[in-house]
RNA sequence: CGGGGCGUAGCGCAGUCUGGUAGCGUAUCGGUUUUGGGAACCGAGGGUCGGAAGUUCGAAUCUUCUCGCCCCGACCA
Protein backbone atom coordinates (compact mmCIF):
# COMPACT_ATOMS: atom_id res chain seq x y z
CA UNK A 1 0.00 0.00 0.00
CA UNK A 2 2.87 2.31 -0.07
CA UNK A 3 3.67 4.91 2.13
CA UNK A 4 1.29 6.46 3.97
CA UNK A 5 -0.99 3.64 5.93
CA UNK A 6 -2.43 6.49 8.46
CA UNK A 7 -5.44 6.55 6.94
CA UNK A 8 -7.72 7.36 9.83
CA UNK A 9 -6.63 10.77 11.62
CA UNK A 10 -9.15 10.87 14.24
CA UNK A 11 -8.18 8.48 16.71
CA UNK A 12 -5.21 8.47 19.03
CA UNK A 13 -2.67 5.57 18.22
CA UNK A 14 -3.20 2.14 20.34
CA UNK A 15 0.60 1.71 20.25
CA UNK A 16 0.71 6.31 21.67
CA UNK A 17 -1.74 5.45 24.28
CA UNK A 18 -4.11 2.74 24.71
CA UNK A 19 -5.95 3.78 27.06
CA UNK A 20 -7.02 6.80 25.35
CA UNK A 21 -7.14 4.98 21.99
CA UNK A 22 -9.80 2.69 23.55
CA UNK A 23 -12.43 5.31 24.27
CA UNK A 24 -11.19 6.91 20.57
CA UNK A 25 -12.30 3.94 19.26
CA UNK A 26 -15.55 3.29 21.29
CA UNK A 27 -16.97 6.90 20.46
CA UNK A 28 -15.59 7.36 16.88
CA UNK A 29 -17.49 3.94 15.68
CA UNK A 30 -20.43 4.83 18.16
CA UNK A 31 -20.29 1.86 20.24
CA UNK A 32 -21.02 3.32 23.17
CA UNK A 33 -21.23 7.07 24.54
CA UNK A 34 -21.09 8.60 28.19
CA UNK A 35 -24.24 9.27 29.98
CA UNK A 36 -25.36 12.02 31.83
CA UNK A 37 -25.07 9.32 35.05
CA UNK A 38 -21.79 9.33 36.56
CA UNK A 39 -20.45 5.84 35.19
CA UNK A 40 -23.26 4.65 32.92
CA UNK A 41 -23.21 4.69 28.98
CA UNK A 42 -25.04 4.56 26.57
CA UNK A 43 -24.85 1.83 24.24
CA UNK A 44 -25.39 2.72 21.25
CA UNK A 45 -26.99 0.74 18.01
CA UNK A 46 -23.66 -0.18 16.27
CA UNK A 47 -22.31 -1.57 20.25
CA UNK A 48 -25.74 -3.09 20.68
CA UNK A 49 -25.36 -5.15 17.44
CA UNK A 50 -22.61 -6.51 18.81
CA UNK A 51 -23.79 -7.80 21.63
CA UNK A 52 -26.97 -9.19 20.24
CA UNK A 53 -24.70 -10.92 18.22
CA UNK A 54 -22.74 -12.42 21.29
CA UNK A 55 -25.95 -13.07 22.77
CA UNK A 56 -27.74 -14.98 20.07
CA UNK A 57 -24.80 -17.38 19.99
CA UNK A 58 -24.24 -17.96 23.80
CA UNK A 59 -28.26 -18.06 24.28
CA UNK A 60 -28.16 -20.42 21.47
CA UNK A 61 -25.31 -22.89 23.18
CA UNK A 62 -26.78 -22.75 26.33
CA UNK A 63 -30.22 -23.58 24.90
CA UNK A 64 -28.55 -26.73 23.70
CA UNK A 65 -27.35 -27.85 26.71
CA UNK A 66 -30.82 -28.01 28.68
CA UNK A 67 -30.71 -24.33 29.65
CA UNK A 68 -34.09 -22.05 29.60
CA UNK A 69 -34.61 -18.41 29.89
CA UNK A 70 -36.49 -16.63 32.63
CA UNK A 71 -36.87 -13.16 34.22
CA UNK A 72 -36.58 -11.86 38.17
CA UNK A 73 -37.46 -8.63 39.89
CA UNK A 74 -34.88 -5.95 39.16
CA UNK A 75 -35.36 -5.36 43.23
CA UNK A 76 -34.18 -7.52 46.14
CA UNK A 77 -35.23 -6.73 49.57
CA UNK A 78 -32.09 -6.38 52.14
CA UNK A 79 -32.95 -9.20 54.86
CA UNK A 80 -32.72 -11.61 51.52
CA UNK A 81 -29.50 -10.07 50.34
CA UNK A 82 -28.00 -10.92 54.30
CA UNK A 83 -29.50 -14.12 54.47
CA UNK A 84 -25.87 -15.78 52.97
CA UNK A 85 -23.37 -13.83 54.93
CA UNK A 86 -20.13 -14.95 52.61
CA UNK A 87 -22.25 -13.11 49.46
CA UNK A 88 -23.76 -9.69 51.12
CA UNK A 89 -19.97 -8.94 53.19
CA UNK A 90 -19.16 -9.47 49.59
CA UNK A 91 -21.39 -7.19 47.41
CA UNK A 92 -22.34 -4.62 50.45
CA UNK A 93 -19.82 -1.92 49.46
CA UNK A 94 -21.02 -1.52 46.31
CA UNK A 95 -24.97 -2.34 46.76
CA UNK A 96 -27.30 0.90 45.20
CA UNK A 97 -30.31 0.92 47.35
CA UNK A 98 -33.85 1.79 47.12
CA UNK A 99 -35.19 4.01 49.81
CA UNK A 100 -38.17 5.81 48.82
CA UNK A 101 -40.86 4.47 46.89
CA UNK A 102 -43.47 7.39 45.82
CA UNK A 103 -43.97 9.38 48.49
CA UNK A 104 -43.14 6.92 51.19
CA UNK A 105 -39.94 5.82 52.88
CA UNK A 106 -39.95 2.25 52.71
CA UNK A 107 -39.91 -0.17 56.11
CA UNK A 108 -37.18 -2.02 54.35
CA UNK A 109 -34.60 -0.65 51.86
CA UNK A 110 -34.56 -2.84 48.48
CA UNK A 111 -31.26 -3.30 46.87
CA UNK A 112 -30.89 -3.11 42.89
CA UNK A 113 -29.70 -6.45 42.14
CA UNK A 114 -25.82 -6.43 41.95
CA UNK A 115 -26.54 -10.43 40.51
CA UNK A 116 -29.50 -12.41 41.58
CA UNK A 117 -29.00 -15.33 43.79
CA UNK A 118 -30.58 -13.59 46.65
CA UNK A 119 -33.87 -13.37 44.60
CA UNK A 120 -33.69 -16.41 42.67
CA UNK A 121 -32.91 -18.75 45.26
CA UNK A 122 -35.85 -17.48 47.19
CA UNK A 123 -38.11 -18.61 44.29
CA UNK A 124 -36.17 -21.92 44.30
CA UNK A 125 -36.96 -23.16 47.37
CA UNK A 126 -40.89 -22.66 46.52
CA UNK A 127 -40.39 -24.52 43.37
CA UNK A 128 -38.53 -27.69 44.19
CA UNK A 129 -39.65 -30.06 46.58
CA UNK A 130 -38.31 -33.85 44.65
CA UNK A 131 -35.22 -35.43 43.26
CA UNK A 132 -38.17 -35.09 40.56
CA UNK A 133 -37.51 -31.25 40.07
CA UNK A 134 -34.24 -31.13 39.29
CA UNK A 135 -32.40 -30.30 37.81
CA UNK A 136 -33.34 -26.67 36.97
CA UNK A 137 -31.76 -25.02 34.44
CA UNK A 138 -32.49 -21.59 34.15
CA UNK A 139 -30.31 -18.76 32.71
CA UNK A 140 -31.42 -14.73 32.89
CA UNK A 141 -30.35 -12.13 30.51
CA UNK A 142 -30.64 -8.75 32.44
CA UNK A 143 -29.28 -5.53 34.24
CA UNK A 144 -27.20 -5.24 36.85
CA UNK A 145 -25.89 -2.35 39.34
CA UNK A 146 -22.68 -2.03 41.37
CA UNK A 147 -21.55 1.35 42.59
CA UNK A 148 -18.38 1.29 41.02
CA UNK A 149 -15.43 3.78 42.23
CA UNK A 150 -13.62 3.42 38.99
CA UNK A 151 -15.68 2.91 35.43
CA UNK A 152 -14.36 2.47 32.12
CA UNK A 153 -16.75 1.65 28.78
CA UNK A 154 -17.63 -1.78 28.49
CA UNK A 155 -15.11 -2.92 31.34
CA UNK A 156 -16.77 -1.25 34.16
CA UNK A 157 -19.39 0.29 33.91
CA UNK A 158 -22.05 1.16 37.10
CA UNK A 159 -24.58 -0.58 35.06
CA UNK A 160 -24.22 -3.41 33.07
CA UNK A 161 -25.70 -6.48 30.55
CA UNK A 162 -25.01 -9.57 31.27
CA UNK A 163 -26.89 -13.43 31.89
CA UNK A 164 -26.81 -15.14 34.92
CA UNK A 165 -26.91 -18.71 35.06
CA UNK A 166 -28.87 -20.54 38.30
CA UNK A 167 -29.09 -24.14 38.30
CA UNK A 168 -30.00 -26.82 40.92
CA UNK A 169 -28.83 -30.01 40.93
CA UNK A 170 -29.27 -33.13 43.81
CA UNK A 171 -25.64 -33.98 43.84
CA UNK A 172 -22.29 -32.34 44.43
CA UNK A 173 -21.10 -34.09 41.38
CA UNK A 174 -23.13 -32.88 39.01
CA UNK A 175 -23.00 -29.39 40.09
CA UNK A 176 -19.55 -29.63 39.49
CA UNK A 177 -20.21 -31.11 36.23
CA UNK A 178 -22.58 -28.06 35.00
CA UNK A 179 -20.23 -25.72 36.19
CA UNK A 180 -17.43 -26.84 33.98
CA UNK A 181 -19.85 -27.85 31.48
CA UNK A 182 -20.83 -23.94 30.89
CA UNK A 183 -16.59 -23.14 31.74
CA UNK A 184 -16.37 -24.96 28.80
CA UNK A 185 -19.42 -22.93 26.63
CA UNK A 186 -17.48 -20.01 27.89
CA UNK A 187 -14.35 -21.26 26.28
CA UNK A 188 -16.14 -21.40 22.83
CA UNK A 189 -17.84 -18.46 22.81
CA UNK A 190 -14.48 -16.59 23.64
CA UNK A 191 -12.49 -18.26 21.39
CA UNK A 192 -14.82 -19.66 18.47
CA UNK A 193 -16.78 -16.29 18.22
CA UNK A 194 -14.66 -13.47 19.54
CA UNK A 195 -11.54 -15.00 18.63
CA UNK A 196 -9.82 -14.39 21.93
CA UNK A 197 -8.10 -17.25 23.23
CA UNK A 198 -8.62 -17.62 27.11
CA UNK A 199 -7.11 -19.53 30.01
CA UNK A 200 -9.65 -21.70 31.88
CA UNK A 201 -8.77 -22.12 35.47
CA UNK A 202 -10.13 -21.69 38.99
CA UNK A 203 -9.71 -19.34 41.43
CA UNK A 204 -8.10 -19.13 44.71
CA UNK A 205 -10.09 -18.37 47.96
CA UNK A 206 -9.34 -14.57 47.95
CA UNK A 207 -11.15 -14.38 44.35
CA UNK A 208 -13.79 -16.55 44.31
CA UNK A 209 -17.09 -15.49 43.84
CA UNK A 210 -18.65 -14.49 47.36
CA UNK A 211 -21.01 -17.49 48.50
CA UNK A 212 -19.24 -19.41 46.00
CA UNK A 213 -17.16 -22.99 47.27
CA UNK A 214 -15.69 -22.61 44.05
CA UNK A 215 -14.98 -20.20 41.14
CA UNK A 216 -13.55 -21.26 37.71
CA UNK A 217 -12.89 -18.36 34.68
CA UNK A 218 -11.47 -17.94 31.57
CA UNK A 219 -8.66 -14.97 31.47
CA UNK A 220 -7.66 -13.36 28.30
CA UNK A 221 -4.40 -11.58 28.06
CA UNK A 222 -4.97 -8.00 26.73
CA UNK A 223 -2.19 -6.48 24.75
CA UNK A 224 -1.38 -3.95 26.81
CA UNK A 225 -0.02 -6.96 29.22
CA UNK A 226 -2.98 -6.56 31.93
CA UNK A 227 -5.68 -10.06 32.24
CA UNK A 228 -9.11 -9.42 31.87
CA UNK A 229 -11.46 -11.99 33.68
CA UNK A 230 -14.26 -12.43 30.72
CA UNK A 231 -16.44 -15.05 32.56
CA UNK A 232 -17.00 -16.80 35.69
CA UNK A 233 -18.92 -20.16 36.75
CA UNK A 234 -19.26 -20.89 40.38
CA UNK A 235 -19.97 -24.27 42.28
CA UNK A 236 -22.34 -23.02 45.29
CA UNK A 237 -22.46 -26.40 46.69
CA UNK A 238 -24.60 -26.04 49.34
CA UNK A 239 -23.97 -22.38 50.62
CA UNK A 240 -27.36 -20.89 49.13
CA UNK A 241 -29.77 -23.78 49.59
CA UNK A 242 -29.04 -23.81 53.27
CA UNK A 243 -28.69 -19.81 53.42
CA UNK A 244 -32.46 -20.00 51.40
CA UNK A 245 -33.13 -23.60 52.59
CA UNK A 246 -34.07 -25.54 49.27
CA UNK A 247 -34.77 -28.39 50.07
CA UNK A 248 -35.52 -31.89 48.04
CA UNK A 249 -36.59 -35.49 48.52
CA UNK A 250 -33.75 -37.44 47.17
CA UNK A 251 -34.60 -41.27 45.90
CA UNK A 252 -33.44 -42.71 48.96
CA UNK A 253 -36.60 -40.61 50.51
CA UNK A 254 -34.23 -38.21 52.98
CA UNK A 255 -34.35 -34.36 52.88
CA UNK A 256 -31.39 -32.97 51.72
CA UNK A 257 -30.38 -29.51 50.63
CA UNK A 258 -29.79 -28.96 46.85
CA UNK A 259 -26.82 -27.96 45.00
CA UNK A 260 -26.54 -25.01 42.80
CA UNK A 261 -23.74 -23.08 40.46
CA UNK A 262 -24.24 -19.65 39.05
CA UNK A 263 -22.49 -18.18 36.07
CA UNK A 264 -22.56 -15.25 34.09
CA UNK A 265 -20.18 -13.56 31.26
CA UNK A 266 -21.36 -9.38 30.51
CA UNK A 267 -20.84 -6.31 28.21
CA UNK A 268 -17.05 -6.44 28.83
CA UNK A 269 -16.90 -8.95 26.44
CA UNK A 270 -17.06 -6.25 23.98
CA UNK A 271 -14.07 -4.30 25.95
CA UNK A 272 -11.88 -7.42 25.56
CA UNK A 273 -12.75 -7.47 21.66
CA UNK A 274 -12.18 -4.02 20.71
CA UNK A 275 -8.94 -3.92 22.85
CA UNK A 276 -7.92 -7.75 21.69
CA UNK A 277 -8.40 -7.42 17.67
CA UNK A 278 -8.26 -3.39 16.83
CA UNK A 279 -5.50 -0.93 15.64
CA UNK A 280 -4.75 2.37 14.54
CA UNK A 281 -7.39 2.66 12.38
CA UNK A 282 -9.81 1.62 14.80
CA UNK A 283 -11.74 -1.88 15.39
CA UNK A 284 -11.66 -5.42 13.79
CA UNK A 285 -14.34 -7.61 14.47
CA UNK A 286 -14.39 -11.06 14.12
CA UNK A 287 -16.80 -11.97 11.19
CA UNK A 288 -18.70 -14.07 13.81
CA UNK A 289 -20.49 -11.16 16.12
CA UNK A 290 -19.26 -8.51 13.37
CA UNK A 291 -22.63 -6.30 12.63
CA UNK A 292 -21.54 -6.49 9.20
CA UNK A 293 -19.33 -9.36 7.47
CA UNK A 294 -18.82 -7.43 4.22
CA UNK A 295 -19.45 -3.68 3.27
CA UNK A 296 -19.74 -2.95 -0.27
CA UNK A 297 -18.89 0.56 -1.53
CA UNK A 298 -19.63 1.37 -5.14
CA UNK A 299 -17.23 3.46 -6.84
CA UNK A 300 -19.67 5.54 -8.52
CA UNK A 301 -18.29 7.24 -11.43
CA UNK A 302 -19.32 9.43 -14.41
CA UNK A 303 -21.67 7.31 -17.01
CA UNK A 304 -20.92 4.46 -14.96
CA UNK A 305 -22.84 5.44 -11.87
CA UNK A 306 -26.33 3.62 -12.74
CA UNK A 307 -24.86 0.68 -13.78
CA UNK A 308 -22.27 0.38 -10.50
CA UNK A 309 -25.18 1.06 -8.45
CA UNK A 310 -27.27 -1.80 -9.85
CA UNK A 311 -24.66 -4.15 -9.73
CA UNK A 312 -23.70 -3.07 -6.46
CA UNK A 313 -27.42 -3.70 -5.20
CA UNK A 314 -27.48 -6.98 -6.73
CA UNK A 315 -24.24 -8.44 -5.14
CA UNK A 316 -25.83 -6.77 -1.98
CA UNK A 317 -29.30 -9.02 -2.09
CA UNK A 318 -27.50 -12.28 -3.51
CA UNK A 319 -25.18 -11.83 0.17
CA UNK A 320 -28.04 -11.21 2.23
CA UNK A 321 -29.68 -14.54 0.75
CA UNK A 322 -26.70 -16.53 1.23
CA UNK A 323 -26.77 -15.48 5.05
CA UNK A 324 -23.80 -12.96 4.99
CA UNK A 325 -24.39 -9.74 6.75
CA UNK A 326 -24.03 -7.25 3.97
CA UNK A 327 -24.00 -3.43 4.44
CA UNK A 328 -24.46 -1.57 0.79
CA UNK A 329 -23.05 2.19 1.55
CA UNK A 330 -24.28 3.55 -1.51
CA UNK A 331 -24.51 7.37 -0.27
CA UNK A 332 -23.27 9.73 -2.36
CA UNK A 333 -22.41 12.49 -0.32
CA UNK A 334 -19.17 10.91 0.84
CA UNK A 335 -16.28 10.00 -1.60
CA UNK A 336 -14.96 6.11 -1.82
CA UNK A 337 -11.77 7.28 0.39
CA UNK A 338 -13.94 8.30 3.40
CA UNK A 339 -15.97 5.35 2.91
CA UNK A 340 -12.93 3.37 3.43
CA UNK A 341 -11.96 4.70 6.46
CA UNK A 342 -15.30 4.97 8.02
CA UNK A 343 -16.16 1.18 7.63
CA UNK A 344 -12.25 0.55 8.73
CA UNK A 345 -12.66 2.50 11.84
CA UNK A 346 -16.14 0.61 12.46
CA UNK A 347 -13.92 -2.75 12.01
CA UNK A 348 -15.86 -4.54 9.27
CA UNK A 349 -14.00 -7.11 8.16
CA UNK A 350 -14.14 -7.57 4.28
CA UNK A 351 -14.57 -4.33 2.35
CA UNK A 352 -16.28 -5.36 -1.22
CA UNK A 353 -15.22 -2.50 -3.96
CA UNK A 354 -17.24 -2.41 -7.33
CA UNK A 355 -16.03 0.43 -10.06
CA UNK A 356 -15.98 0.94 -13.83
CA UNK A 357 -12.69 -1.13 -14.14
CA UNK A 358 -14.13 -4.22 -12.23
CA UNK A 359 -17.40 -3.47 -14.36
CA UNK A 360 -15.66 -4.00 -17.51
CA UNK A 361 -13.67 -7.26 -15.98
CA UNK A 362 -16.53 -8.73 -14.29
CA UNK A 363 -14.83 -8.84 -10.64
CA UNK A 364 -15.22 -7.00 -7.66
CA UNK A 365 -12.11 -6.29 -5.12
CA UNK A 366 -12.27 -8.00 -1.61
CA UNK A 367 -10.12 -6.15 1.14
CA UNK A 368 -9.17 -7.42 4.16
CA UNK A 369 -9.25 -5.06 7.24
CA UNK A 370 -6.34 -7.15 8.98
CA UNK A 371 -3.80 -6.42 6.25
CA UNK A 372 -5.66 -4.22 3.70
CA UNK A 373 -4.61 -7.23 0.91
CA UNK A 374 -6.47 -7.02 -2.22
CA UNK A 375 -8.78 -9.78 -3.88
CA UNK A 376 -9.96 -9.44 -7.51
CA UNK A 377 -12.07 -12.12 -7.98
CA UNK A 378 -15.19 -13.00 -11.12
CA UNK A 379 -18.49 -12.54 -9.69
CA UNK A 380 -19.30 -15.72 -10.13
CA UNK A 381 -16.70 -16.68 -7.20
CA UNK A 382 -17.62 -14.15 -4.77
CA UNK A 383 -19.74 -16.10 -2.72
CA UNK A 384 -17.01 -18.57 -2.17
CA UNK A 385 -13.98 -16.20 -2.26
CA UNK A 386 -15.98 -14.23 0.33
CA UNK A 387 -16.69 -17.07 2.91
CA UNK A 388 -12.97 -18.60 2.71
CA UNK A 389 -11.68 -14.95 3.38
CA UNK A 390 -14.37 -14.05 6.43
CA UNK A 391 -13.26 -17.88 7.44
CA UNK A 392 -9.86 -16.80 7.31
CA UNK A 393 -9.80 -13.45 8.95
CA UNK A 394 -11.72 -15.50 11.81
CA UNK A 395 -9.29 -17.73 12.41
CA UNK A 396 -6.04 -15.04 11.64
CA UNK A 397 -7.46 -13.06 14.48
CA UNK A 398 -7.53 -15.88 16.91
CA UNK A 399 -4.03 -16.89 15.94
CA UNK A 400 -2.74 -13.53 16.06
CA UNK A 401 -4.25 -13.06 19.41
CA UNK A 402 -2.89 -16.21 20.70
CA UNK A 403 1.19 -15.72 19.83
CA UNK A 404 0.38 -12.58 21.58
CA UNK A 405 -0.03 -14.46 23.86
CA UNK A 406 2.14 -17.11 24.30
CA UNK A 407 4.52 -14.13 23.56
CA UNK A 408 3.69 -12.64 26.61
CA UNK A 409 3.51 -15.69 29.08
CA UNK A 410 6.46 -16.57 31.39
CA UNK A 411 7.60 -19.29 33.33
CA UNK A 412 8.81 -18.26 36.44
CA UNK A 413 10.54 -19.81 39.53
CA UNK A 414 11.85 -16.79 41.60
CA UNK A 415 9.95 -13.63 43.19
CA UNK A 416 12.56 -11.35 41.86
CA UNK A 417 11.87 -12.20 38.15
CA UNK A 418 7.61 -12.41 39.09
CA UNK A 419 8.28 -9.04 40.42
CA UNK A 420 11.01 -7.80 37.36
CA UNK A 421 8.36 -9.15 34.50
CA UNK A 422 5.66 -7.17 36.26
CA UNK A 423 7.32 -3.59 36.87
CA UNK A 424 8.52 -4.01 32.45
CA UNK A 425 6.67 -5.64 30.24
CA UNK A 426 3.96 -7.44 32.38
CA UNK A 427 2.11 -10.48 30.97
CA UNK A 428 0.74 -13.77 32.26
CA UNK A 429 3.37 -15.58 34.61
CA UNK A 430 3.70 -19.19 35.35
CA UNK A 431 4.89 -20.71 38.11
CA UNK A 432 4.08 -22.83 41.34
CA UNK A 433 2.45 -21.67 44.58
CA UNK A 434 2.47 -23.38 47.77
CA UNK A 435 -1.23 -22.52 48.21
CA UNK A 436 -0.93 -20.24 51.35
CA UNK A 437 -3.07 -17.09 51.50
CA UNK A 438 0.54 -15.73 52.97
CA UNK A 439 2.20 -15.68 49.49
CA UNK A 440 -0.66 -14.67 47.26
CA UNK A 441 -0.92 -11.39 49.63
CA UNK A 442 2.74 -11.01 49.38
CA UNK A 443 2.56 -11.09 45.23
CA UNK A 444 -0.21 -8.63 45.88
CA UNK A 445 1.01 -6.34 48.15
CA UNK A 446 4.53 -6.01 46.83
CA UNK A 447 3.85 -6.51 42.57
CA UNK A 448 0.08 -5.87 42.72
CA UNK A 449 -0.15 -8.48 40.91
CA UNK A 450 -2.55 -11.68 41.43
CA UNK A 451 -3.44 -14.93 40.82
CA UNK A 452 -5.88 -14.92 37.90
CA UNK A 453 -6.39 -19.25 37.54
CA UNK A 454 -5.15 -21.73 39.34
CA UNK A 455 -4.54 -24.31 35.87
CA UNK A 456 -3.61 -27.01 37.42
CA UNK A 457 -4.78 -27.73 40.94
CA UNK A 458 -3.99 -30.83 41.64
CA UNK A 459 0.01 -30.63 41.09
CA UNK A 460 2.31 -28.36 39.76
CA UNK A 461 5.29 -28.86 36.85
CA UNK A 462 7.02 -26.35 39.02
CA UNK A 463 8.94 -27.84 41.81
CA UNK A 464 8.88 -24.94 44.37
CA UNK A 465 6.27 -22.13 45.56
CA UNK A 466 8.06 -18.94 43.77
CA UNK A 467 7.71 -17.07 46.92
CA UNK A 468 7.97 -18.93 50.32
CA UNK A 469 10.57 -21.96 48.43
CA UNK A 470 8.19 -24.62 49.85
CA UNK A 471 6.89 -27.34 47.74
CA UNK A 472 4.90 -26.23 44.90
CA UNK A 473 0.45 -27.59 45.42
CA UNK A 474 -0.54 -25.78 42.43
CA UNK A 475 0.62 -24.30 38.64
CA UNK A 476 -0.88 -20.76 38.58
CA UNK A 477 -1.20 -17.43 36.28
CA UNK A 478 -0.04 -14.70 37.89
CA UNK A 479 -1.08 -11.32 36.07
CA UNK A 480 -2.06 -7.65 36.76
CA UNK A 481 -5.70 -7.77 36.12
CA UNK A 482 -8.51 -4.84 34.75
C1' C B 1 -11.57 6.58 48.17
C1' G B 2 -6.12 8.90 47.92
C1' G B 3 -2.41 11.40 44.16
C1' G B 4 -2.15 13.93 39.34
C1' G B 5 -4.38 16.02 34.79
C1' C B 6 -8.43 18.05 31.90
C1' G B 7 -13.65 20.53 31.10
C1' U B 8 -14.21 26.83 25.76
C1' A B 9 -19.30 25.35 18.91
C1' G B 10 -20.90 18.14 17.29
C1' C B 11 -15.39 16.75 17.63
C1' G B 12 -10.04 18.41 18.32
C1' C B 13 -7.88 22.68 20.32
C1' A B 14 -5.91 28.18 21.13
C1' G B 15 -7.11 32.13 24.41
C1' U B 16 -6.39 31.86 31.21
C1' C B 17 -0.09 33.38 33.69
C1' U B 18 -0.81 39.56 32.68
C1' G B 19 -9.36 40.56 33.54
C1' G B 20 -11.67 44.70 28.65
C1' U B 21 -17.98 42.07 24.95
C1' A B 22 -14.94 34.56 22.23
C1' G B 23 -11.28 32.45 18.02
C1' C B 24 -8.85 28.43 14.76
C1' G B 25 -9.18 23.56 12.41
C1' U B 26 -12.71 20.09 11.34
C1' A B 27 -17.70 18.69 11.14
C1' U B 28 -22.82 20.76 9.94
C1' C B 29 -26.39 23.50 6.39
C1' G B 30 -27.18 25.79 1.05
C1' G B 31 -24.99 25.91 -3.94
C1' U B 32 -21.66 24.27 -8.07
C1' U B 33 -18.08 20.84 -9.75
C1' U B 34 -16.50 15.92 -7.99
C1' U B 35 -15.97 10.34 -6.47
C1' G B 36 -10.30 3.69 -7.03
C1' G B 37 -7.61 6.17 0.38
C1' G B 38 -11.12 10.96 4.80
C1' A B 39 -12.53 16.09 -2.51
C1' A B 40 -12.42 21.64 -4.18
C1' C B 41 -14.48 26.42 -4.35
C1' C B 42 -18.31 30.11 -2.81
C1' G B 43 -21.83 31.31 0.99
C1' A B 44 -24.33 30.47 5.89
C1' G B 45 -25.58 28.89 10.81
C1' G B 46 -23.86 27.31 15.47
C1' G B 47 -21.34 29.26 22.42
C1' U B 48 -25.36 31.53 28.70
C1' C B 49 -16.50 29.25 28.02
C1' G B 50 -19.12 22.16 32.95
C1' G B 51 -22.26 24.40 37.23
C1' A B 52 -22.89 27.78 41.61
C1' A B 53 -21.31 31.68 44.60
C1' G B 54 -17.76 35.64 45.30
C1' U B 55 -14.03 39.80 43.99
C1' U B 56 -14.40 43.81 40.20
C1' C B 57 -16.92 49.38 36.62
C1' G B 58 -16.06 44.75 33.83
C1' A B 59 -14.65 37.49 34.60
C1' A B 60 -13.50 32.04 29.84
C1' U B 61 -9.39 34.52 32.60
C1' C B 62 -8.77 35.83 39.77
C1' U B 63 -10.97 33.21 44.64
C1' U B 64 -14.05 29.41 46.96
C1' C B 65 -17.28 25.43 46.49
C1' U B 66 -19.33 21.72 43.32
C1' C B 67 -20.12 18.17 39.12
C1' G B 68 -18.05 15.22 35.24
C1' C B 69 -14.17 12.80 32.40
C1' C B 70 -9.02 10.72 31.90
C1' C B 71 -4.43 8.58 34.12
C1' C B 72 -1.85 6.17 38.45
C1' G B 73 -2.89 3.52 43.11
C1' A B 74 -6.67 0.88 46.76
C1' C B 75 -11.71 -1.98 45.46
C1' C B 76 -14.42 -4.92 41.88
C1' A B 77 -17.20 -8.59 36.21
Same mark, same amino acid.
Request: net charge positive; proline share 4%.
Given at each position: ???????????????????????????????????????????????????? #?????????????? %??????PLLIPESFLKKEAEHVKGFAPEVAWVTIGGNEVLEERLAIRPTSEAIICSMYSKWIKSWRDLPLLINQWANIVRWEKVTRPFLRTTEFLWQEGHTVH???????????????????????????????GLKSENEKFAGALRTYCIEALMPDGKALQMGTSHNLAQNFSKA??????????????? /???? /?????????????? %??????????????????????????????????????? %?????????????????????? /??????? #??????????????????????? @??????????????????????? @???????? @?????FRENNTNNVERFSELKEIIETKKGFIKTGWCGSNKCEKEVKEKTSATIRAIINEKNSNFKKCAICGKKAKHTVLFAKSY
Open positions: MGKNNDFVKQITKKSEDFSKWYIDVIKRAKLADYSPMKGMMVIRPYGYEIWE #LIKENLDRMLKETG %HRNAYFSSYEEAEEETLKILDIYKTLAEKYLAIPVIPFNIKFENKKQEIEFA /WQTS /WGVTTRLIGALIMT %HGDDSGLILPPEISPFQAVIIPIAKGNYTKSILSEAKKI %HNKLKEKGIRSCLDDRDSYTPG /WKFSEWE #LKGVPVRIEIGPKDLEKGQVVLV @NRIDRNKIFVKQENLLSTLKELL @NEIQIKLF @NRAKD
